[in-house]
């Protein structure tokens, strides 16, 4: 059984600082893929990766997959009240098991 | 429009009654999915379709069952409610392709009394 933990379960900040979010596991991911999720919404898809070691930014967000695709971080520089919610990772096991294996989130609030 | 939506939004129901939870989407996804989230134990999968006629039972699939009726529409049914089934109940769609980005419709928080 594929497991993903994620570090740390809540985070309480203020606007302006800055974060990391970790996301792992022992088994390797054919693909990591990071979700946001809002009070009284489903989750949304902020970025797939799919490259040991590869780096992806989103405006203010970088995400990072490990050199063996076991591990992911999703760092935050500046963070800004909007940026508050459920962080999920998921991690896709690749071939013909099109499932994802989630993490049990992060729940991040910025406050003003 | 949404891409995924899902019907009822709330629902409060007794121990023992039957109810169904609808899904549609509008995406053209032959994938789709039905997922549970309770505090503090993330997304579970309850149940799974690769297509219209393919069904197969995810990590908690007891006490429910589905239905596919088209490739559009997915159907979760608690066939005898009781209460550690009130969670949050989500629906997702994924695409064929070489990673599985998923989808998700907005919810719909059940109450089992």
């Known amino acids: 059984t594929q497991l993903l933990e994620q570090s740390p379960q809540f985070l309480s900040i203020q606007e302006g600082e800055n974060l990391t979010v970790y996301c792992n596991s022992s088994s390797v991911f054919s693909s990591l893929q990071w979700y946001r999720q809002e009070p009284g919404e489903g989750p949304v898809l902020l970025v797939t990766?799919?490259?040991?070691?590869e780096v992806k930014k989103l405006k203010r967000l970088t995400f990072q997959f490990g050199d063996a695709r076991k591990d992911s971080s999703l760092h935050i520089t500046a963070a800004q009240p909007g940026d508050t919610g459920l962080y999920l990772c998921a991690g896709g096991g690749g071939g013909s098991n099109y499932k994802l294996t989630f993490g049990k989130g992060t729940l991040l609030t910025v406050n003003p | 429009d949404a891409d995924v939506t899902q019907t009822p939004r709330n629902r409060i129901t007794k121990t023992g009654k039957r109810i169904m939870l609808e899904c549609s989407q509008t995406k053209g996804h032959d994938r789709m999915y039905w997922y549970r989230q309770d505090p503090g134990l993330g997304l579970r999968l309850i149940y799974y379709s690769f297509d219209v006629k393919d069904i197969n039972k995810g990590e908690i699939s007891d006490g429910y069952s589905v239905s596919r009726q088209a490739q559009a529409k997915f159907s979760l049914s608690l066939e005898s409610a009781i209460p550690n089934q009130t969670a949050l109940y989500f629906c997702a769609t994924s695409p064929q392709g070489a990673t599985e980005t998923q989808y998700f419709g907005p919810g719909t928080r059940l109450l089992v009394l």
């Open positions: 990766v799919v490259t040991g070691g």
